[in-house]
Protein backbone atom coordinates (compact mmCIF):
# COMPACT_ATOMS: atom_id res chain seq x y z
CA UNK A 1 0.00 0.00 0.00
CA UNK A 2 2.63 2.43 0.67
CA UNK A 3 4.49 1.46 -2.35
CA UNK A 4 1.68 2.36 -4.43
CA UNK A 5 0.93 5.80 -2.41
CA UNK A 6 4.60 6.89 -3.66
CA UNK A 7 4.32 5.28 -7.13
CA UNK A 8 1.08 7.48 -7.60
CA UNK A 9 3.05 10.97 -6.18
CA UNK A 10 6.27 10.53 -8.30
CA UNK A 11 3.91 10.20 -11.47
CA UNK A 12 1.90 13.31 -10.02
CA UNK A 13 5.01 15.04 -9.98
CA UNK A 14 6.06 14.33 -13.17
CA UNK A 15 2.55 15.06 -14.33
CA UNK A 16 2.69 18.80 -13.24
CA UNK A 17 6.06 18.89 -14.34
CA UNK A 18 5.32 17.96 -17.91
CA UNK A 19 2.21 20.90 -17.74
CA UNK A 20 4.77 23.08 -17.22
CA UNK A 21 6.85 22.35 -19.59
CA UNK A 22 4.22 21.45 -22.09
CA UNK A 23 1.32 24.40 -23.25
CA UNK A 24 -0.53 24.50 -26.29
CA UNK A 25 1.86 21.58 -27.56
CA UNK A 26 4.90 23.46 -27.72
CA UNK A 27 7.52 23.51 -24.73
CA UNK A 28 7.39 26.80 -22.53
CA UNK A 29 10.83 27.62 -21.89
CA UNK A 30 12.25 27.96 -18.17
CA UNK A 31 12.82 31.82 -17.32
CA UNK A 32 15.85 32.75 -15.96
CA UNK A 33 16.28 35.20 -12.87
CA UNK A 34 17.21 38.84 -15.06
CA UNK A 35 20.18 40.22 -12.34
CA UNK A 36 18.95 43.36 -11.46
CA UNK A 37 22.28 45.94 -11.71
CA UNK A 38 22.67 49.31 -10.27
CA UNK A 39 22.66 51.94 -12.61
CA UNK A 40 24.19 55.27 -12.72
CA UNK A 41 24.58 58.15 -15.07
CA UNK A 42 27.94 59.93 -14.72
CA UNK A 43 28.88 63.28 -16.72
CA UNK A 44 32.20 63.14 -14.50
CA UNK A 45 33.60 60.82 -12.63
CA UNK A 46 36.67 61.18 -10.34
CA UNK A 47 38.96 58.23 -9.77
CA UNK A 48 40.58 57.26 -6.94
CA UNK A 49 44.08 59.03 -7.95
CA UNK A 50 42.32 62.34 -8.43
CA UNK A 51 41.79 61.73 -12.34
CA UNK A 52 39.06 63.41 -13.62
CA UNK A 53 36.74 60.89 -16.09
CA UNK A 54 34.72 62.67 -18.79
CA UNK A 55 32.84 60.26 -20.81
CA UNK A 56 30.05 60.20 -23.33
CA UNK A 57 29.02 57.64 -25.77
CA UNK A 58 28.82 58.31 -29.32
CA UNK A 59 26.92 55.82 -31.86
CA UNK A 60 26.54 56.17 -35.32
CA UNK A 61 24.58 53.99 -38.13
CA UNK A 62 26.53 51.42 -40.43
CA UNK A 63 25.68 49.18 -43.54
CA UNK A 64 26.59 46.53 -41.71
CA UNK A 65 24.01 43.89 -40.45
CA UNK A 66 23.91 42.59 -36.71
CA UNK A 67 25.68 39.10 -38.16
CA UNK A 68 28.80 41.17 -39.81
CA UNK A 69 29.13 44.55 -37.24
CA UNK A 70 29.11 41.69 -33.89
CA UNK A 71 31.85 39.62 -35.21
CA UNK A 72 33.68 43.37 -36.02
CA UNK A 73 36.06 44.09 -32.80
CA UNK A 74 35.85 47.87 -33.86
CA UNK A 75 31.96 48.31 -33.92
CA UNK A 76 32.21 48.30 -30.10
CA UNK A 77 35.27 50.17 -28.63
CA UNK A 78 36.67 52.72 -26.28
CA UNK A 79 39.07 55.56 -26.96
CA UNK A 80 40.71 56.65 -23.79
CA UNK A 81 43.01 60.01 -24.38
CA UNK A 82 44.52 61.16 -20.95
CA UNK A 83 44.96 64.73 -21.08
CA UNK A 84 47.91 66.78 -19.04
CA UNK A 85 48.46 70.66 -18.90
CA UNK A 86 51.55 70.26 -18.13
CA UNK A 87 52.47 73.81 -15.42
CA UNK A 88 55.21 76.24 -16.06
CA UNK A 89 57.96 76.64 -13.59
CA UNK A 90 58.33 79.12 -10.91
CA UNK A 91 60.87 81.33 -11.73
CA UNK A 92 59.23 85.40 -10.07
CA UNK A 93 59.54 85.77 -6.50
CA UNK A 94 55.74 85.88 -6.44
CA UNK A 95 55.34 82.43 -7.55
CA UNK A 96 58.01 81.02 -5.06
CA UNK A 97 56.21 82.60 -2.19
CA UNK A 98 52.72 81.26 -3.18
CA UNK A 99 54.02 77.84 -2.16
CA UNK A 100 56.81 78.64 0.46
CA UNK A 101 55.49 82.27 1.87
CA UNK A 102 58.75 82.29 4.25
CA UNK A 103 61.65 82.55 1.25
CA UNK A 104 62.33 85.73 1.01
CA UNK A 105 62.66 86.13 4.47
CA UNK A 106 65.08 83.43 4.89
CA UNK A 107 66.99 84.41 1.42
CA UNK A 108 66.94 88.40 2.36
CA UNK A 109 69.05 88.22 -0.87
CA UNK A 110 66.06 86.22 -3.44
CA UNK A 111 65.53 89.15 -5.30
CA UNK A 112 69.23 89.67 -6.37
CA UNK A 113 69.48 85.33 -7.01
CA UNK A 114 66.56 85.66 -9.01
CA UNK A 115 67.91 87.98 -11.54
CA UNK A 116 70.26 86.01 -12.83
CA UNK A 117 68.89 82.47 -11.94
CA UNK A 118 68.65 80.10 -15.06
CA UNK A 119 65.82 77.43 -15.33
CA UNK A 120 67.35 74.23 -15.00
CA UNK A 121 66.88 71.85 -17.95
CA UNK A 122 66.08 69.26 -15.62
CA UNK A 123 62.47 70.58 -14.69
CA UNK A 124 61.76 70.20 -18.97
CA UNK A 125 63.45 66.52 -18.48
CA UNK A 126 61.32 65.42 -15.18
CA UNK A 127 58.56 66.42 -17.27
CA UNK A 128 59.93 64.04 -20.03
CA UNK A 129 59.67 61.38 -17.02
CA UNK A 130 56.34 61.89 -16.64
CA UNK A 131 55.18 61.98 -20.00
CA UNK A 132 56.90 58.58 -20.44
CA UNK A 133 55.52 56.88 -17.95
CA UNK A 134 52.04 57.58 -18.12
CA UNK A 135 52.47 56.96 -21.48
CA UNK A 136 53.64 53.20 -20.72
CA UNK A 137 50.98 53.12 -17.58
CA UNK A 138 47.75 54.43 -19.48
CA UNK A 139 46.22 50.48 -20.02
CA UNK A 140 45.87 50.27 -16.12
CA UNK A 141 44.43 53.33 -15.02
CA UNK A 142 45.92 52.01 -11.26
CA UNK A 143 49.27 52.58 -12.01
CA UNK A 144 48.57 56.37 -13.10
CA UNK A 145 49.89 58.51 -10.33
CA UNK A 146 47.97 60.08 -8.35
CA UNK A 147 47.46 63.93 -9.20
CA UNK A 148 49.65 65.61 -6.32
CA UNK A 149 52.11 63.24 -7.90
CA UNK A 150 52.14 64.28 -10.96
CA UNK A 151 52.20 67.89 -10.13
CA UNK A 152 54.89 67.40 -7.58
CA UNK A 153 57.49 69.65 -8.55
CA UNK A 154 57.26 73.66 -8.47
CA UNK A 155 60.61 74.47 -9.70
CA UNK A 156 63.83 74.05 -10.52
CA UNK A 157 66.09 76.80 -10.50
CA UNK A 158 70.29 77.39 -10.75
CA UNK A 159 70.83 80.06 -8.53
CA UNK A 160 74.52 81.94 -8.28
CA UNK A 161 75.54 83.63 -5.29
CA UNK A 162 77.07 87.13 -7.23
CA UNK A 163 79.58 87.72 -4.63
CA UNK A 164 81.26 84.57 -4.32
CA UNK A 165 80.02 82.24 -7.35
CA UNK A 166 78.25 80.03 -4.73
CA UNK A 167 76.08 77.99 -6.65
CA UNK A 168 73.28 76.12 -5.54
CA UNK A 169 70.17 74.04 -7.05
CA UNK A 170 66.83 75.55 -5.88
CA UNK A 171 64.08 72.52 -5.62
CA UNK A 172 60.29 73.36 -4.61
CA UNK A 173 58.70 70.44 -4.49
CA UNK A 174 56.44 68.38 -2.18
CA UNK A 175 57.97 65.20 0.62
CA UNK A 176 57.51 62.18 -0.10
CA UNK A 177 59.51 59.53 2.74
CA UNK A 178 62.05 57.25 1.99
CA UNK A 179 62.95 54.42 4.32
CA UNK A 180 65.82 52.60 2.74
CA UNK A 181 69.46 51.68 3.85
CA UNK A 182 71.17 49.38 6.66
CA UNK A 183 73.70 49.33 8.19
CA UNK A 184 75.30 46.44 9.93
CA UNK A 185 78.27 48.50 11.77
CA UNK A 186 75.70 50.70 14.05
CA UNK A 187 72.45 49.24 15.83
CA UNK A 188 70.22 51.53 14.48
CA UNK A 189 66.18 50.87 14.05
CA UNK A 190 64.67 50.36 10.40
CA UNK A 191 61.53 50.98 8.85
CA UNK A 192 61.31 48.16 6.16
CA UNK A 193 57.75 48.36 5.14
CA UNK A 194 57.84 49.93 2.19
CA UNK A 195 56.65 47.67 -0.70
CA UNK A 196 59.42 49.96 -2.80
CA UNK A 197 62.51 48.75 0.52
CA UNK A 198 66.23 48.89 -0.70
CA UNK A 199 68.82 47.41 2.08
CA UNK A 200 71.11 50.17 -0.19
CA UNK A 201 71.97 53.63 -0.44
CA UNK A 202 74.44 55.38 -3.41
CA UNK A 203 75.87 56.88 -0.10
CA UNK A 204 78.11 54.71 1.11
CA UNK A 205 81.17 53.57 3.05
CA UNK A 206 83.56 50.50 4.07
CA UNK A 207 82.47 48.44 6.64
CA UNK A 208 84.41 48.49 9.91
CA UNK A 209 83.46 45.27 11.88
CA UNK A 210 82.59 42.00 11.52
CA UNK A 211 79.05 42.32 12.57
CA UNK A 212 76.46 41.53 9.84
CA UNK A 213 74.32 43.71 8.07
CA UNK A 214 70.73 43.06 9.77
CA UNK A 215 68.88 42.75 5.80
CA UNK A 216 71.96 40.02 5.26
CA UNK A 217 70.40 37.00 6.64
CA UNK A 218 66.67 37.40 4.74
CA UNK A 219 68.65 38.42 1.22
CA UNK A 220 70.28 35.05 1.69
CA UNK A 221 67.16 32.97 2.24
CA UNK A 222 65.60 34.34 -0.44
CA UNK A 223 68.54 33.50 -2.80
CA UNK A 224 68.15 30.52 -1.25
CA UNK A 225 64.27 30.05 -2.06
CA UNK A 226 64.87 31.25 -5.81
CA UNK A 227 68.43 29.04 -6.49
CA UNK A 228 65.80 25.67 -5.20
CA UNK A 229 63.16 27.35 -7.54
CA UNK A 230 65.40 27.40 -10.38
CA UNK A 231 66.79 23.21 -9.89
CA UNK A 232 63.49 22.27 -9.90
CA UNK A 233 63.73 22.08 -13.28
CA UNK A 234 59.90 22.60 -14.09
CA UNK A 235 59.43 25.53 -15.16
CA UNK A 236 59.05 27.89 -18.96
CA UNK A 237 61.86 30.07 -20.63
CA UNK A 238 60.39 33.31 -19.52
CA UNK A 239 59.95 32.14 -15.95
CA UNK A 240 63.76 30.71 -15.62
CA UNK A 241 65.22 33.96 -17.35
CA UNK A 242 63.14 35.71 -14.40
CA UNK A 243 64.41 33.52 -11.87
CA UNK A 244 68.36 33.88 -12.99
CA UNK A 245 67.78 37.49 -13.03
CA UNK A 246 66.63 37.26 -9.32
CA UNK A 247 69.31 35.43 -8.68
CA UNK A 248 72.07 37.40 -10.00
CA UNK A 249 70.36 40.68 -8.36
CA UNK A 250 70.67 39.09 -5.14
CA UNK A 251 73.68 37.69 -5.31
CA UNK A 252 75.11 41.64 -5.83
CA UNK A 253 73.35 43.07 -3.03
CA UNK A 254 75.25 39.89 -0.61
CA UNK A 255 77.72 41.24 -1.40
CA UNK A 256 77.28 44.77 -1.23
CA UNK A 257 75.90 44.09 2.50
CA UNK A 258 79.02 42.15 3.29
CA UNK A 259 81.16 44.82 2.01
CA UNK A 260 79.77 48.61 2.97
CA UNK A 261 78.03 50.22 5.47
CA UNK A 262 74.55 52.80 4.32
CA UNK A 263 72.53 55.14 5.35
CA UNK A 264 69.56 54.25 7.67
CA UNK A 265 66.46 55.96 6.18
CA UNK A 266 64.88 55.67 9.61
CA UNK A 267 67.81 57.19 11.54
CA UNK A 268 69.98 59.65 8.85
CA UNK A 269 68.50 62.98 7.64
CA UNK A 270 69.36 62.49 3.80
CA UNK A 271 67.18 63.82 0.69
CA UNK A 272 66.86 62.47 -2.98
CA UNK A 273 66.65 63.56 -6.15
CA UNK A 274 66.04 61.63 -9.44
CA UNK A 275 68.75 59.40 -11.25
CA UNK A 276 68.96 61.77 -13.78
CA UNK A 277 69.88 64.41 -12.07
CA UNK A 278 73.09 63.47 -10.09
CA UNK A 279 76.18 63.33 -11.94
CA UNK A 280 75.10 63.07 -15.47
CA UNK A 281 76.59 66.01 -16.89
CA UNK A 282 79.09 69.10 -15.28
CA UNK A 283 77.55 71.13 -12.71
CA UNK A 284 75.14 68.65 -11.38
CA UNK A 285 74.70 67.40 -7.88
CA UNK A 286 76.55 64.37 -6.88
CA UNK A 287 76.27 61.85 -4.01
CA UNK A 288 77.32 63.35 -0.39
CA UNK A 289 76.52 66.51 -1.58
CA UNK A 290 75.48 68.93 1.27
CA UNK A 291 71.61 69.95 1.32
CA UNK A 292 69.39 72.50 3.29
CA UNK A 293 65.81 71.57 3.59
CA UNK A 294 63.69 74.12 4.10
CA UNK A 295 59.77 72.86 5.73
CA UNK A 296 57.27 75.17 7.76
CA UNK A 297 59.96 77.96 8.54
CA UNK A 298 62.33 75.25 9.88
CA UNK A 299 65.92 74.65 7.95
CA UNK A 300 67.40 71.12 8.52
CA UNK A 301 70.74 70.30 7.56
CA UNK A 302 70.78 67.02 5.16
CA UNK A 303 73.19 65.85 2.64
CA UNK A 304 72.23 64.02 -0.70
CA UNK A 305 72.04 60.32 -0.27
CA UNK A 306 70.17 58.50 -2.80
CA UNK A 307 68.83 58.48 -6.35
CA UNK A 308 65.03 57.48 -6.84
CA UNK A 309 63.15 57.27 -9.94
CA UNK A 310 63.28 59.66 -12.77
CA UNK A 311 59.79 60.33 -12.89
CA UNK A 312 59.10 62.11 -9.28
CA UNK A 313 61.14 64.42 -7.23
CA UNK A 314 60.67 65.67 -3.89
CA UNK A 315 61.74 62.94 -1.31
CA UNK A 316 63.67 62.81 1.69
CA UNK A 317 64.59 60.05 4.60
CA UNK A 318 62.29 59.01 7.32
CA UNK A 319 64.25 60.94 10.09
CA UNK A 320 63.42 64.11 8.29
CA UNK A 321 59.89 63.43 7.41
CA UNK A 322 58.91 62.46 10.72
CA UNK A 323 60.74 65.85 12.01
CA UNK A 324 58.32 67.54 9.57
CA UNK A 325 54.95 65.75 10.63
CA UNK A 326 55.61 62.99 13.60
CA UNK A 327 53.04 60.41 11.57
CA UNK A 328 54.87 60.15 8.59
CA UNK A 329 55.62 56.45 7.34
CA UNK A 330 56.03 54.27 4.38
CA UNK A 331 52.52 55.31 2.88
CA UNK A 332 51.96 58.33 4.57
CA UNK A 333 54.19 61.69 3.03
CA UNK A 334 54.13 64.71 4.97
CA UNK A 335 53.98 67.52 2.60
CA UNK A 336 51.59 66.81 -0.45
CA UNK A 337 52.20 70.40 -1.52
CA UNK A 338 54.46 71.74 -3.57
CA UNK A 339 56.18 74.46 -0.86
CA UNK A 340 59.03 72.20 0.32
CA UNK A 341 62.85 73.90 -0.30
CA UNK A 342 65.74 71.79 -1.17
CA UNK A 343 68.62 73.39 -1.52
CA UNK A 344 71.74 71.39 -2.70
CA UNK A 345 75.48 72.62 -3.15
CA UNK A 346 77.24 70.58 -5.91
CA UNK A 347 80.36 69.98 -5.71
CA UNK A 348 80.44 69.86 -1.89
CA UNK A 349 80.64 66.48 -1.23
CA UNK A 350 83.63 65.25 1.08
CA UNK A 351 85.47 61.61 -0.02
CA UNK A 352 86.00 59.39 1.04
CA UNK A 353 82.30 58.98 2.18
CA UNK A 354 82.44 58.04 5.98
CA UNK A 355 79.68 57.55 8.48
CA UNK A 356 77.32 60.05 9.41
CA UNK A 357 78.76 62.77 11.53
CA UNK A 358 75.79 64.94 12.21
CA UNK A 359 77.67 67.74 14.02
CA UNK A 360 80.02 68.61 11.14
CA UNK A 361 77.23 67.86 8.91
CA UNK A 362 75.45 70.64 10.08
CA UNK A 363 78.56 73.04 10.60
CA UNK A 364 79.17 72.46 6.47
CA UNK A 365 75.31 73.40 5.83
CA UNK A 366 75.40 76.49 8.34
CA UNK A 367 78.69 77.55 6.86
CA UNK A 368 77.25 76.84 2.87
CA UNK A 369 73.90 78.73 4.02
CA UNK A 370 75.83 81.91 5.44
CA UNK A 371 77.77 82.20 1.92
CA UNK A 372 74.38 81.75 -0.03
CA UNK A 373 73.76 84.44 2.00
CA UNK A 374 70.72 82.81 4.15
CA UNK A 375 69.55 84.66 7.13
CA UNK A 376 71.59 84.38 10.04
CA UNK A 377 68.42 84.36 12.46
CA UNK A 378 66.82 80.79 10.61
CA UNK A 379 65.66 78.19 12.53
CA UNK A 380 67.64 75.36 12.73
CA UNK A 381 66.73 71.56 13.76
CA UNK A 382 70.01 70.18 15.22
CA UNK A 383 69.84 66.06 14.64
CA UNK A 384 70.71 64.22 17.54
CA UNK A 385 71.90 60.47 16.87
CA UNK A 386 69.41 57.20 17.50
CA UNK A 387 72.28 54.95 17.79
CA UNK A 388 72.41 52.32 21.52
CA UNK A 389 75.12 50.61 22.60
CA UNK A 390 75.00 46.98 21.43
CA UNK A 391 74.10 44.44 24.17
CA UNK A 392 77.12 42.55 25.43
CA UNK A 393 77.22 38.79 25.52
CA UNK A 394 75.66 37.21 28.67
CA UNK A 395 78.47 35.98 30.44
CA UNK A 396 78.79 31.63 31.38
CA UNK A 397 77.64 30.74 35.07
CA UNK A 398 81.10 29.97 36.75
CA UNK A 399 80.74 26.09 38.12
CA UNK A 400 79.91 25.65 41.52
CA UNK A 401 82.33 23.34 43.69
CA UNK A 402 79.57 20.95 44.72
CA UNK A 403 76.76 21.99 42.47
CA UNK A 404 77.78 21.23 38.61
CA UNK A 405 75.28 24.04 36.74
CA UNK A 406 73.94 22.82 33.59
CA UNK A 407 75.82 25.29 30.27
CA UNK A 408 73.71 28.27 29.72
CA UNK A 409 72.01 29.11 26.48
CA UNK A 410 74.18 31.45 24.00
CA UNK A 411 73.68 34.80 23.84
CA UNK A 412 72.23 36.18 20.88
CA UNK A 413 75.52 36.88 18.66
CA UNK A 414 76.85 40.57 18.23
CA UNK A 415 75.91 42.37 15.97
CA UNK A 416 72.26 40.81 15.41
CA UNK A 417 70.47 44.21 15.51
CA UNK A 418 67.17 43.66 17.46
CA UNK A 419 65.41 46.27 16.61
CA UNK A 420 65.63 45.49 13.14
CA UNK A 421 63.82 42.24 13.10
CA UNK A 422 60.98 42.48 10.68
CA UNK A 423 58.68 40.06 13.13
CA UNK A 424 58.52 42.89 15.34
CA UNK A 425 58.83 46.74 13.33
CA UNK A 426 60.07 49.32 14.85
CA UNK A 427 57.00 51.62 14.26
CA UNK A 428 53.30 51.21 13.52
CA UNK A 429 52.10 52.62 10.33
CA UNK A 430 49.44 55.52 10.84
CA UNK A 431 45.99 54.94 8.32
CA UNK A 432 47.47 54.95 4.95
CA UNK A 433 47.34 58.32 2.92
CA UNK A 434 48.75 58.22 -0.91
CA UNK A 435 52.40 58.38 -1.00
CA UNK A 436 52.86 57.72 -4.56
Known sequence: MAGALVLFLLQLGCSRKQNSILENGHPTPTASPIPILPRKNYDTAKLFNGITLKSS?????????ALVAGSDSNSYKMDITLHVRWPKAATSIADLQAATPEIAELLPNLNSLL??????????????HKEKSLRNNLGQLQHLPYRDSLFDCQTILD??????SRRALFIQAIMNVNTDGSDGDRNLPLDRLSLTYQPQTNYRWAKKSDRPNPCLREEVSQLALTEAELGSGTMSALQKSSLEARS????????????W???????????????FMVGKSPGQPGIGDYAVVIANGTLYPAILGDLGPNSKIGEASLRI??????????????????????????????????APDYAHWSERCHALWKEFGGSETALWHEWASLEKPWPTPTPTPLSSPTVVEPPSQPSPAVGTNRAASPSQPTSSLPSPTPNL
Open 159 to 164: LNHSGN
Open 57 to 65: VDCNPSEET
Open 248 to 259: TSAKATIAELKR
Open 321 to 354: CREIFPDSGADRRPVSRPEVVYLVFPGTAEKPFA
Open 261 to 275: SFLSGTADPFIVLPS
Open 115 to 128: SNAVLSPDFAALLG
